[in-house]
């Protein structure tokens, strides 16, 4: 599997797949409570001829209980695979780079797909289809309001205010593509949790305010968000929360 090392960047997805944010007008909210929700990253790519079962086993979370609350699911393609002979579409060198980071902040002892990071550590426990245990655990609550493209959020930093960053992701589900070379030619893929955007924002005050990327065409039906809070220089999370985007 290739192996990098590479200094720790800002992480700002570039628009590889134009997909629709909600129109102006469709309100949802998200809140995670004080339980801990843990983030769960899969690294992956549609060159890889390990990853889909991965994958499927990734998208078997939308129907898990614990989804939102307790999990929340996120599907990073890296583009590290695409020299084999096909290019994942899904793919970002800035997804890449969030494993490499990874990595280098010792959350992971080498860069591979498929790759799990389940709540900022590496979790191998998939390749012996053993069962996810998490941690429950109390934690400070996250807010996320979001209003067409604008998106604001609140998390409570206690009596001492600390710069914290914000990130969020448009997650894309019931995604499929027909691989027509490279190690898994022939195959037809389906993705969910698919990460198409992320943006990060920092914050001294637990408050944010943003907009998401401004959206023209829309390949994508169905859609979610996924939002956890962050030190700004550790990829860890500290609480997240989700849910669907409903048109």
């Given at each position: 599997?290739?192996?990098f090392?590479t200094?720790?960047?800002?992480?700002?997805?570039?628009?590889t797949?134009?997909?629709p944010a909600?129109q102006?007008?469709?309100?949802?909210?998200f809140?995670?409570?004080?339980t801990?929700a843990?983030?769960?990253?899969?690294?992956?790519?549609?060159?890889?001829?390990?990853?889909p079962?991965?994958d499927?086993?990734?998208?078997?979370l939308?129907?898990?209980p614990?989804?939102?609350?307790?999990v929340?699911?996120?599907?990073?393609?890296?583009?590290?695979?695409?020299?084999?002979?096909?290019r994942?579409?899904?793919?970002?060198?800035?997804?890449?780079?969030?494993?490499?980071?990874?990595?280098?902040?010792?959350n992971?002892?080498?860069?591979?797909?498929p790759?799990?990071?389940?709540?900022?550590?590496e979790?191998?426990?998939?390749?012996?289809?053993?069962?996810?245990?998490?941690?429950?655990?109390e934690?400070?609550?996250?807010?996320?309001?979001?209003d067409?493209?604008a998106?604001?959020?609140?998390?409570?930093t206690?009596?001492?205010?600390?710069?914290l960053?914000?990130n969020?992701?448009?997650?894309?589900?019931?995604l499929?593509?027909?691989?027509?070379?490279?190690?898994?030619?022939?195959?037809?893929?389906?993705h969910?949790?698919?990460v198409?955007?992320?943006?990060?924002?920092?914050?001294?005050?637990?408050s944010?305010?943003?907009?998401?990327?401004?959206i023209?065409?829309?390949?994508?039906?169905?859609?979610?968000i996924a939002?956890?809070?962050s030190?700004?220089?550790?990829?860890?999370?500290?609480q997240?929360?989700?849910?669907?985007?409903?048109?």
């Amino acid at each position: 599997m290739p192996q990098f090392n590479t200094a720790l960047i800002s992480i700002l997805l570039p628009l590889t797949l134009l997909v629709p944010a909600a129109q102006a007008g469709d309100i949802h909210s998200f809140a995670s409570g004080n339980t801990r929700a843990a983030t769960i990253e899969l690294f992956t790519s549609e060159g890889c001829s390990s990853c889909p079962p991965a994958d499927a086993w990734l998208s078997g979370l939308k129907n898990d209980p614990r989804l939102w609350k307790q999990v929340v699911p996120m599907a990073f393609h890296v583009d590290y695979w695409d020299y084999i002979g096909w290019r994942d579409r899904f793919a970002s060198p800035a997804n890449s780079t969030r494993q490499r980071t990874h990595k280098i902040q010792g959350n992971i002892r080498s860069v591979y797909t498929p790759g799990f990071v389940v709540d900022g550590r590496e979790w191998r426990g998939w390749f012996r289809r053993g069962t996810l245990n998490l941690a429950d655990s109390e934690a400070k609550p996250l807010r996320v309001d979001i209003d067409g493209a604008a998106v604001s959020a609140s998390y409570t930093t206690g009596d001492v205010a600390e710069p914290l960053m914000l990130n969020v992701a448009l997650l894309g589900f019931n995604l499929s593509n027909q691989i027509d070379s490279g190690e898994n030619s022939g195959r037809r893929l389906n993705h969910d949790f698919v990460v198409l955007q992320q943006k990060s924002m920092l914050s001294t005050n637990g408050s944010w305010q943003l907009d998401m990327p401004s959206i023209t065409e829309s390949p994508v039906e169905t859609k979610g968000i996924a939002a956890w809070i962050s030190h700004p220089h550790s990829l860890k999370p500290l609480q997240a929360t989700g849910g669907w985007l409903k048109n």
